[in-house]
């Protein structure tokens, strides 16, 4: 079966526009890798002998798409284009030397030095693979082109580690030196492209160990340096790690808590169960207190927040910094316990200094950043006797539009830690409350979580003479929390109690 971009004629318009300029053009890259490996793939990379950027311009006029200019001087450019809820992209890239040959030896890995001739509509085209890509992808080797392709774009450091995930592919022995020996560079990359890179990471499932990957041949710390200070510091019971390894344990379940979303959404077929006994109990545990909202959490998580960064990239982000602020606030109590004191809310703002710098948008910092300031919440829902409608207006008041993020963040960072002892039934617990709280949100939404207002602030200024100021927002916070218990449900009970309160306020 062909690809989308043979099935819906994309390439065979592009040959014709390449035919009517006279100009050589090769499909190079991952378009060739993918199609050996028969998989899927939402990109074509071609290199063409001139025009590139004008070709790509000419393009986009003609498939409907849009035309994104990428580097001029480095002659690249972009045809987005859209088919139902999914994106694709046509690169268009100048040829790099004197020729095709030239152009590969300057390409990063072997699997990606490859190319046919665009013109060539054969089944089984000619491959041109002068560093042997092919033999390596049937080896299962992610090699280097040449010993100089990190110092050449250091970025290559980062796209290593995330096609090795993708591909399920090892980096070769020599290839991992090298990207050993030039870690420190990444710092040279450009934000925004370190940025998407680490987001494709966070994208594949098994981001954990992509970043214990990157973590050790040298790269995490240069790139994120916070979480640096985290190493070696630990913390009480019942956590069982460093602050540094459970933040990247975080990450790891977290991406077993999104295969329960997509399994039990029909999303996928199957669990992989390779974890501990307890560990696949408590995922059935959770499996069972998710399956009435996962239609609603896959949906959720799939969401685009900036571009094409999802909401589940960006949950894992936090994971992966949730407890960076506890690098600076341990302190020890009385008793010889570790306490880490606003972490959560210190953790924030170091998430909100990674991510500027990384130029994430400010909807994804804020969204980041609420996850991480309210990340204890839902455990300390969990440990109390009864959760009350008042209870859970609050958390989803105060959580803004992140609440199920909230929620979600909370049984990776919980789930890693409570599957021994004790802490499993603390485990369900937290699986319980996640629950409760969900139901809440996706079934009594006008109820719980944002009843229509009785009264409004026009209402308080006419009817108690109260002057426009703070003393408002606080007594219709009070009102509707009372609303939500039941205790007020007409707009003339609701008028007596905020009498009373504005009274109390003096």
């Given at each position: 079966m062909?690809?989308?971009?043979?099935?819906?004629?994309?390439?065979?318009?592009?040959?014709?526009?390449?035919?009517e300029?006279s100009?050589?053009?090769?499909?190079?890259?991952?378009?060739?890798?993918?199609?050996?490996?028969?998989?899927?793939?939402?990109?074509?990379?071609?290199?063409?002998?001139?025009?590139?950027?004008?070709?790509?311009?000419?393009?986009?006029?003609r498939?409907?798409?849009?035309?994104v200019?990428?580097?001029?001087?480095?002659?690249?450019?972009?045809?987005?284009?859209?088919?139902?809820?999914e994106?694709?992209?046509?690169?268009f890239?100048?040829?790099?030397?004197?020729?095709?040959?030239a152009?590969?030896?300057?390409?990063?890995?072997?699997?990606?030095?490859?190319?046919?001739?665009?013109?060539?509509?054969?089944?089984?085209?000619?491959?041109?693979?002068?560093?042997?890509?092919?033999?390596?992808?049937?080896?299962?080797?992610?090699?280097?082109?040449?010993?100089?392709?990190?110092?050449?774009?250091?970025?290559?450091?980062?796209?290593?580690a995330?096609?090795?995930?993708?591909?399920?592919?090892?980096?070769?022995?020599?290839?991992?030196?090298?990207?050993?020996?030039?870690?420190?560079?990444?710092?040279?990359?450009?934000?925004?492209?370190?940025?998407?890179?680490?987001?494709?990471?966070?994208?594949?499932?098994?981001?954990?160990?992509?970043?214990?990957?990157l973590?050790?041949?040298g790269?995490?710390?240069?790139?994120i340096?916070?979480?640096?200070?985290?190493?070696?510091?630990?913390?009480?019971?019942?956590?069982?790690?460093?602050?540094?390894?459970?933040?990247?344990?975080?990450?790891?379940?977290?991406?077993?808590?999104?295969?329960?979303?997509?399994?039990?959404?029909?999303?996928?077929?199957?669990?992989?169960?390779?974890?501990?006994?307890?560990?696949?109990?408590?995922?059935?545990?959770?499996?069972?207190?998710l399956?009435?909202?996962?239609?609603?959490?896959?949906?959720?998580?799939?969401?685009?927040?900036?571009?094409?960064?999802?909401?589940?990239?960006?949950?894992?982000l936090?994971?992966?910094?949730?407890?960076?602020?506890?690098?600076?606030?341990?302190?020890?109590?009385?008793?010889?316990?570790?306490?880490?004191?606003?972490?959560?809310?210190?953790?924030?703002?170091?998430?909100a200094?990674?991510?500027?710098?990384?130029?994430?948008?400010?909807?994804?910092?804020?969204?980041?950043q609420?996850?991480?300031?309210?990340?204890?919440?839902?455990?300390?829902?969990?440990?109390?006797?009864?959760?009350?409608?008042?209870?859970?207006h609050?958390?989803?008041?105060?959580?803004?539009?992140?609440?199920?993020?909230?929620?979600?963040?909370?049984?990776?960072?919980n789930?890693?830690t409570?599957?021994?002892?004790d802490?499993?039934?603390?485990?369900?617990?937290?699986?319980?409350?996640?629950?409760?709280?969900?139901?809440?949100?996706?079934?009594?939404?006008a109820?719980?979580?944002?009843?229509?207002?009785?009264?409004?602030?026009r209402?308080?200024?006419?009817?108690?003479?109260?002057?426009?100021?703070?003393?408002i927002?606080?007594?219709?916070?009070?009102?509707?929390?009372?609303q939500?218990?039941?205790?007020?449900?007409?707009?003339e009970?609701?008028?007596?109690?905020?009498?009373?309160?504005?009274?109390?306020?003096?």
């Open positions: 062909g690809s989308w971009f043979e099935t819906r004629g994309i390439l065979d318009r592009v040959r014709e526009l390449l035919a300029h100009c050589e053009g090769y499909l190079v890259g991952g378009y060739v890798r993918d199609r050996l490996l028969g998989r899927g793939t939402h990109d074509v990379d071609l290199a063409v002998r001139r025009e590139a950027i004008g070709l790509a311009r000419e393009a986009a006029n498939l409907g798409g849009a035309f200019l990428l580097d001029e001087e480095r002659e690249t450019a972009r045809v987005v284009l859209r088919d139902a809820n994106w694709y992209y046509l690169d890239a100048g040829l790099r030397g004197d020729g095709l040959a152009d590969l030896a300057r390409r990063d890995f072997t699997v990606n030095a490859m190319a046919v001739d665009a013109q060539d509509r054969s089944p089984d085209p000619e491959l041109m693979d002068p560093f042997g890509g092919r033999r390596d992808l049937e080896r299962g080797l992610l090699r280097a082109v040449s010993d100089i392709i990190f110092l050449d774009d250091p970025l290559r450091l980062l796209r290593a995330r096609l090795a995930a993708e591909l399920q592919m090892t980096v070769e022995s020599h290839t991992e030196q090298l990207m050993y020996r030039a870690a420190g560079l990444i710092t040279n990359s450009s934000p925004e492209r370190a940025r998407d890179e680490l987001c494709r990471i966070l994208g594949t499932s098994g981001s954990e160990s992509s970043l214990r990957y973590d050790q041949v790269i995490l710390s240069p790139l340096p916070e979480l640096d200070h985290l190493r070696g510091v630990e913390q009480p019971p019942p956590h069982h790690e460093d602050a540094f390894n459970h933040s990247l344990a975080t990450v790891g379940m977290l991406d077993r808590v999104f295969e329960v979303v997509r399994l039990i959404s029909g999303r996928e077929s199957q669990l992989q169960t390779e974890g501990s006994a307890p560990e696949n109990d408590m995922l059935e545990y959770l499996g069972a207190a399956d009435p909202f996962s239609s609603q959490l896959s949906a959720h998580l799939e969401e685009r927040v900036v571009d094409e960064r999802s909401r589940l990239m960006l949950l894992k936090a994971g992966l910094l949730h407890d960076s602020g506890k690098g600076t606030t341990g302190k020890v109590d009385g008793e010889g316990r570790i306490r880490f004191f606003g972490h959560a809310v210190e953790g924030a703002a170091v998430a200094r990674v991510l500027r710098r990384l130029h994430f948008g400010s909807r994804e910092v804020r969204l980041v609420m996850v991480i300031r309210h990340h204890m919440r839902p455990l300390h829902l969990a440990q109390q006797e009864r959760i009350t409608r008042r209870a859970i609050r958390f989803f008041r105060d959580t803004g539009g992140a609440g199920v993020d909230v929620l979600l963040h909370s049984l990776g960072d789930l890693v409570r599957q021994r002892g802490a499993v039934v603390q485990g369900r617990e937290v699986c319980d409350t996640v629950g409760l709280l969900l139901r809440a949100y996706y079934e009594e939404y109820e719980v979580i944002q009843p229509p207002p009785l009264i409004s602030g209402d308080l200024i006419s009817h108690c003479g109260v002057k426009p100021g703070p003393a927002g606080r007594v219709l916070r009070e009102v509707q929390e009372a939500v218990a039941g205790e007020v449900r007409t707009r009970e609701a008028l007596r109690l905020a009498g009373t309160l504005l009274a109390e306020g003096e």
